[in-house]
């Protein structure tokens, strides 16, 4: 609990300090909600040529979109600094998160935490909302549960990824664009039914990085529609299981990472 | 002539940032990886019908890849080097120095889109045809292809020294930067070719700045123009180029009158 309130007082501080510069702010906040519009815009871009992709129609899209998005916001606004890691590990300022008694990866994503991220969260929310009032989905309380539970979960999960791919930094500093392959990249995967992709893209997405669980599986028991991996339809309900999977993996990594901390000379 | 000064700028920066061997393998990586996702998103369009605005199935994979590779050549991202520049007031030392401050950076430009074409443009492609049917231009297509990628380096130099330049009014010049980089993106085709807009949007598109960059160079690939369309093209990427290299170097001018730069 004292994690949290320290998080508090750190966060507020980076909010007092953004608020400064209010041109910037606003400009940054809008750009951020236009790169969450733009995704919307390729999706609709494909649908103004076909009617349903991979058998999805454009609302059943729409919830993965939803459901992806807001955990991808979600994860994006609280843990996503991880991977400035790679710059304060080069200026040798990353000594810094060490040597405070807070945990580093709390102290790293408070410092560097931007409340111009909320555009990342605020427009999938619309078309999350907007997609679960208006897709074919036969609600019962299960399935009510099962949107709230497979969007944390999703959160969990993008953390993780964050977290395992920021860490490949502490061995190679050169290398962070790896890490945009598998969050941006998952991201973008997690938008679109999975049947779409190849079977081994699918298959990797399924079993080693577990980016179905995030909205393809829930979505898909959402809208009653059977899954195409040949898994019973109850598999969604293991997205909370990935999830914490996921964060024990992250949380592993992470350990390792910083016992690999090499500091810079200068 | 200080034609040959700028050529050097070029030169050097080839070699200043071909020591980063390991960023350039990753972000090969993470270009292919894009290239198969988006690839394959497009490519369940074609499941429902042959031909999307004139594109079939190998032509839109083709471009999928060869966009890839060209977003780093290109530089479609947030860098901000120049306007680093204008933020901390160094640009006073860099205008006071004989040699033009515009042609310098575009010499910087040039000099990474070579590197870049090589190292971070082909591996992908290659990558891609691993997997899929890609289409490959005859040897004059090939060399239509670069004429136009040259012209689209510099039709996006003149859109990054335009955006870093807004350094001068605005004291953190990231989020003007990212948007004016995530307009170019997607006008220009980089996400889904702009075949694939309705058509009022497509036409908007193509009549801007951006369709100039990455769109046309790609159709130039896929061997889409011949004779006079190509000069077409050529005439418009020229025409874009000159135009946004003017409106640089008249911000610049207003800036240097009008703005009072951070001292130290």
Not at chain 1, 5 to 16: S, T
Not at chain 1, 181 to 194: E, K, R, S, W
Not at chain 1, 228 to 242: D, H, S
Not at chain 1, 243 to 263: D, E, N, Q, Y
Request: proline letters at 3%.
């Amino acid at each position: 609990m004292a994690t949290l309130g320290v998080w508090r007082h750190l966060v507020g501080a980076r909010i007092r300090a953004d608020w400064q510069y209010r041109t910037s702010f606003f400009l940054f906040l809008l750009s951020q909600t236009v790169i969450a519009c733009l995704d919307l815009a390729v999706v609709a871009v494909i649908f103004s040529q076909v009617d349903t992709l991979a058998g999805w129609s454009g609302i059943e899209v729409a919830l993965l979109f939803g459901i992806s998005g807001v955990a991808f916001g979600l994860a994006d606004i609280t843990i996503s600094q991880v991977e400035t890691a790679s710059r304060h590990i080069k200026a040798g300022s990353f000594d810094l998160f060490l040597l405070r008694p807070l945990s580093a990866l709390v102290h790293l994503s408070a410092t560097e935490f931007a409340l111009r991220r909320l555009g990342r969260v605020l427009q999938p929310m619309v078309v999350l909302i907007g997609a679960l009032l208006l897709a074919p989905i036969d609600w019962n309380v299960e399935r009510a549960a099962l949107v709230v539970v497979s969007v944390l979960s999703g959160t969990l999960i993008f953390g993780s990824v964050w977290v395992v791919t920021s860490s490949i930094s502490f061995w190679t500093v050169e290398s962070q664009e790896v890490a945009n392959a598998f969050t941006y990249g998952g991201g973008l995967a997690t938008t679109y039914p999975i049947d779409l992709l190849g079977t081994w893209l699918r298959r990797i997405l399924t079993y080693l990085l577990p980016l179905a669980f995030v909205a393809y599986l829930p979505a898909a028991r959402l809208l009653g529609r059977h899954q195409p991996l040949g898994l019973p339809g109850v598999v969604a309900w293991a997205t909370p299981l990935v999830a914490l999977a996921s964060v024990l993996v992250a949380r592993a990594v992470w350990t390792l990472a910083i016992r690999h901390h090499r500091s810079t000379g200068s | 002539m200080q034609a040959r000064l700028y050529v050097e700028v070029a030169r050097r920066t080839y070699a200043r940032i071909s020591v980063y061997r390991s960023a350039t393998v990753a972000g090969i990586f993470t270009n292919t990886v894009f290239g198969f996702l988006l690839a394959y998103v497009l490519l369940a369009v074609y499941e429902q019908r042959p031909e999307v605005g004139g594109f079939d199935a190998v032509d839109v994979v083709t471009f999928t890849f060869v966009a890839q590779g060209m977003l780093m050549v290109l530089g479609m991202f947030n860098d901000t080097e120049i306007a680093d520049r204008i933020s901390t007031g160094d640009v006073i030392v860099e205008l006071q120095r004989p040699y033009d401050h515009q042609a310098w950076w575009a010499g910087v430009s040039y000099g990474k889109a070579g590197y870049y074409a090589i190292f971070r443009g082909i591996p992908p492609f290659l990558a891609g045809a691993l997997v899929f049917d890609l289409r490959l231009p005859s040897v004059q297509g090939a060399v239509a292809f670069v004429l136009s990628v040259v012209l689209a380096v510099g039709v996006a130099f003149g859109w990054r020294y335009l955006l870093q330049l807004t350094a001068f009014w605005l004291l953190d010049v990231r989020g003007a930067n990212q948007l004016g980089w995530l307009a170019a993106q997607f006008l220009s085709g980089a996400f889904v070719p702009l075949v694939f807009f309705p058509g009022w949007l497509e036409a908007i598109a193509r009549a801007l700045p951006f369709a100039a960059m990455l769109q046309l160079p790609v159709e130039v690939w896929l061997g889409r123009y011949d004779g006079i369309g190509l000069l077409g093209v050529y005439a418009l990427q020229a025409g874009w180029m000159a135009t946004l290299v003017v409106a640089g170097r008249c911000a610049m001018a207003r800036a240097v009158r009008r703005v009072v730069v951070q001292g130290g």
